[in-house]
């Protein structure tokens, strides 16, 4: 029986970028808008935050910003993030601080999903190990060594596993090398499974198409991983949500008000 409660959508800043980083040469020319998100899981058993979005300070900083996000990586510019798009802002918001956060998982760790990492020193922070493998080895320029060479109580996974019941991690690799979706039972109504950057955009799902990274350009891990992601959405009659889709992000906007 699900142990899930509650569940929040949290919006922690925007980045406008080419079409083609979510659509793999889809798009050229056509500049969108994407949303960077958290999710915020309350179960019996503790607070799960899927992902953390990005590190406030890379971008607000001058030098630090100057350091990241002015070099020819990112040719579109840094992410948007406002002082209350902060986590630890948000979380305010619904009565709740970043100590109150038992588990931080990490569907992967580019700067705009592990970013955040330094506010939640203290809860155990959950990620695949052919993850941080790839992270530590620098494999794409998203990966910021910074925001995750911290102290922080790792718990490295190695397949699909139960988080607690009603919260399952589901491997979906192909965007990064480690990369972990999450399917959520929730009190009422069909789960949600988030697909995370599996799944950018919901042209994505719909036709199947690879994101524009993809670890060791290998788009049929991708593809695979998307259709697995369909299949379990069938399977358990789930919502399957793509994970930088403003028009998407935009209709299922509640915050603060969690879907139960």
Request: charged share 25%; glycine share 6%.
């Amino acid at each position: 029986m699900s142990q899930v409660n509650k569940f929040w959508c949290i919006l922690t800043g925007e980045h406008a970028y080419e079409k083609t980083l979510s659509t793999h040469n889809r798009g050229h020319g056509e500049i969108i808008k994407a949303p960077i998100l958290a999710y915020l899981i309350e179960t019996s058993h503790g607070r799960i935050l899927f992902d953390v979005g990005c590190d406030y300070a890379k971008i607000n900083t001058p030098e630090l910003k100057q350091q990241y996000y002015e070099n020819e990586a990112f040719p579109f510019g840094p992410p948007t993030m406002q002082p209350e798009q902060r986590l630890p802002n948000r979380l305010k918001q619904i009565g709740l601080e970043p100590e109150d956060i038992d588990v931080v998982f990490c569907s992967h760790l580019h700067f705009d999903h592990a970013g955040g990492l330094c506010e939640f020193c203290g809860a155990e922070v959950h990620v695949h190990e052919r993850e941080l493998n790839a992270a530590q080895s620098r494999a794409d320029d998203a990966y910021f060594q910074s925001d995750f060479d911290l102290s922080l109580n790792w718990r490295i996974q190695s397949g699909e596993y139960e988080l607690t019941p009603g919260v399952q991690a589901i491997e979906t690799p192909g965007h990064t090398a480690g990369h972990m979706s999450m399917l959520i039972e929730l009190p009422k109504g069909p789960p949600i499974l988030l697909a995370g950057d599996a799944a950018d955009l919901q042209e994505n799902i719909d036709q199947e198409i690879a994101p524009g990274l993809c670890w060791q350009d290998n788009r049929q891990m991708a593809i695979d991983s998307i259709r697995k992601l369909k299949t379990l959405q069938k399977n358990e009659q789930a919502n399957l949500w793509p994970n930088h889709d403003w028009a998407f992000y935009q209709r299922h906007n509640r915050f603060p008000k969690p879907f139960e």
